[in-house]
């Protein structure tokens, strides 16, 4: 397969015309992309429960007591119980230390670390819900995601686009070498960029007002790779 590389200054294009040795078939090939903004719908935020106490079952039933008080205030803000889920449970012991070094080794107490993660379908309520678990006992927000709930509508939009821009760019590639651009024969996705928005947040940082909190936009992204056929010249 021979391969004439070409290169035009002040676009971001990729493309080769190639030459098939096999059935000589002369074609152009180009990488292209595209992204379509779309306002989040969705958000899934992530609040930690952190408790202390001289033994484990004391720390432990500490953290189960702020846990359930949590639970029911984002039970009255609307959250079901369905859209909560455990992440992360952890019972560390903790250990007294000076100059680096350990004192004894037995532990001066435990710490409990108890983290949830929760889907937030009304966007409108992210700061209410965060608030709310605040105020119940949660002590750490872990991040905050902001999420496009049709997302692959949102791909396949951009996909669309993609394959405007490839099309075009062959046109042109094609018109600047003299040739006639033909039909197309393959086509391939080389992978989606969603990017979602992430925040993280301690709460000490919140306690004193309402938490304003606002997605922005979100960009879903599609890359393409086409090839298209060279037209042999019309004879004259």
Known sequence: MKYFTMVILGMLVCAQI??????????????????????????????????FAKTAIDATQENAGKMSQM??????????????RTTHFQVDPQYDYKDGRQKDPRPIGYRVHNTVEVDILDIKKVGQVIDGAIDAGANRVMGLTFEVRDSEGAYQMALVKAMENAKNQAKAIAMGAGVDLGNLLWVSTTGRAPAPVYKTMRAE?????????????????ANIRVRYRINPPKMK
Do not use: F, H, N, R
Request: hydrophobic share 45%; no cysteine; proline share 6%.
């Open 18 to 51: 190639v030459i098939a040795d096999d059935e000589m078939i002369p074609t152009i090939e180009v990488s292209a992309s595209a992204s379509v903004s779309k306002e989040p719908d969705q958000a899934v935020v992530q609040l930690s429960v952190e408790t």
């Open 71 to 84: 639970s029911k205030q984002l039970k009255a803000l609307g959250i079901d119980p369905a859209q909560i």
């Open 205 to 221: 940082a919140m306690m004193s007002a309402d938490t304003p909190i606002s997605g922005g936009e979100l960009s879903v992204g």
